[in-house]
């Protein structure tokens, strides 16, 4: 089994990788993470947020019949 390790901008939730390409992340734009600890979610959002001196907001949304949480860069 082929490990990978997280890059400091990934997110995990779950504890499954997700990659989010941070530099397409432009004001008015928003992203889906499926998961279930959703806190979780938004607390590593928030972290890569606040590095780059982004304003998110978020919402637990069900989408596709999955749950979790979209988040889109306000400033």
Known sequence: MKRTILEAEDL???GVRIIVDW???TVG????VPCVDVLEAKK???KVAEGRGWKIDSRLRIEDECFGVRFWRVL
Not at 29 to 32: A, D, R, V
């Open 12 to 14: 995990a939730p779950d």
């Open 44 to 46: 590593q959002v928030k």
């Open 29 to 32: 734009t928003s992203f889906f």
């Open 23 to 25: 530099d397409k992340f």
